[in-house]
Nanobody, 132 residues
Framework: DVQLQASGGGLVQTGGSLRLSCVTSGFAFERYAIGWFRQAPGKEREGISCIGNVDGSTYYADSVKGRFTISSDKIKNTVYLQMNALKPDDTAVYYC?????????????????????????WGQGTLVTVSS
């Protein structure tokens, strides 16, 4: 079975940091791109970052560029999202997802923006709350 397990959310003050993890199993991790999306209360889900495990390419939405860093551990089949300088606007449920085409870092850069429809598998979310 394909599984993506997101964790690492919590409550943090403005300016603080958190690291989210997305542990995966059941598919060829090294051939996929893995993305992070978030959904704030009352808002649409937003794609914020993705990484291609084939070539290591990355994409960041403008809203997180310079503050968040995505990385991949091919031994642990895990993708991380290091989130620094957090703001109250970062409060959301964060989801990880897998794209078998591995093309999303490039397509998101060219479009620009990530599309949910390009991702084949989804994990459950982890809640991040940033207090002011």
């Amino acid at each position: 079975d394909v599984q993506l397990q997101a964790s690492g959310g919590g409550l943090v003050q403005t300016g603080g940091s958190l690291r989210l993890s997305c542990v995966t199993s059941g598919f060829a991790f090294e051939r996929y791109a893995i993305g992070w999306f978030r959904q704030a209360p009352g808002k649409e889900r937003e794609g914020i970052s993705c990484i291609g495990n084939v070539d290591g390419s990355t994409y960041y939405a403008d809203s997180v560029k310079g503050r968040f860093t995505i990385s991949s551990d091919k031994i642990k089949n895990t993708v991380y999202l290091q989130m620094n300088a957090l703001k109250p606007d970062d409060t959301a449920v964060y989801y990880c997802a897998a794209d078998r085409s591995a093309a999303t870092p490039l397509t998101a850069t060219l479009r620009p923006g990530m599309k949910e429809s390009e991702f084949n598998y989804w994990g459950q979310g982890t809640l991040v709350t940033v207090s002011s």
